[in-house]
């Protein structure tokens, strides 16, 4: 007779932010806005419909394999960085010791291009408490059709204090996987190295756009 899974295998198995209601909201409304086998535009979001996920949310420009700046930035970010995050790279949330695996991760979005969700965490010091969070990462179409541009979001369990935060990608961590267009049961998980190496929006969502 098969033994019910307990709770905590369960959640061992589950995919970053697979039960998060903002992260589902927006990856719901992102596939909405498929055709076919293609991406998304940059050109099709609109904020309005993205309410619950608007003050986490961020687009992406590519401007180079592995680097993508901010071209627009919800709220919350600004919150975790301490400070205005348009023009900045990604590589800014993380610290230094995980830059490179992000900046593969976010490379593999774009050029497979993919679906990729990226636990984190952030160490605790001695007046703040360790922080945790999922960063979901959903490509988009330029107008010239070409997969430069991204859709995001990151969220945290809390507010991560008075003090800028930066992230690791956990050890051992789950990474969600799943190129576009090939079915689910393409989807997979990229393991982590055992070794690390040394537009107006309402004002009570302020979403930071840069039109440059």
């Known amino acids: 007779m098969d033994t019910p899974d307990h709770p905590t295998e369960r959640r061992s198995r589950q995919m970053p932010g697979q039960n998060d209601p903002i992260l589902q909201s927006l990856e719901e409304y992102w596939q909405t806005l498929r055709h076919a086998r293609q991406l998304p535009a940059r050109t099709d979001i609109a904020p309005s419909k993205i309410d619950r996920a608007l003050p986490h949310a961020f687009i992406l420009q590519r401007v180079a394999p592995g680097t993508a700046r901010f071209r627009v930035a919800g709220q919350r970010l600004h919150e975790l960085l301490k400070m205005d995050a348009r023009g900045m790279p990604l590589g ?121």
């Open 92 to 212: 800014t949330l993380f610290l230094p010791q995980a830059r490179e695996q992000a900046q593969k991760l976010l490379e593999t979005a774009f050029t497979e291009p993919a679906i990729i969700a990226i636990p984190l965490t952030s160490p605790a010091s001695l007046l703040r408490p360790a922080l945790t969070g999922t960063m979901l990462l959903l490509p988009l179409r330029d107008r010239s059709d070409a997969a430069t541009r991204m859709l995001g979001a990151l969220v945290t369990d809390h507010d991560g204090g008075g003090r800028p935060r930066r992230f690791m990608i956990p050890q051992g961590a789950r990474i969600r996987h799943e190129p576009i267009g090939t079915g689910p049961a393409a989807a997979g998980l990229i393991p982590r190295p055992h070794t690390q190496r040394p537009d107006a929006m309402r004002p009570a969502l302020r979403l930071v756009v840069n039109n440059g």
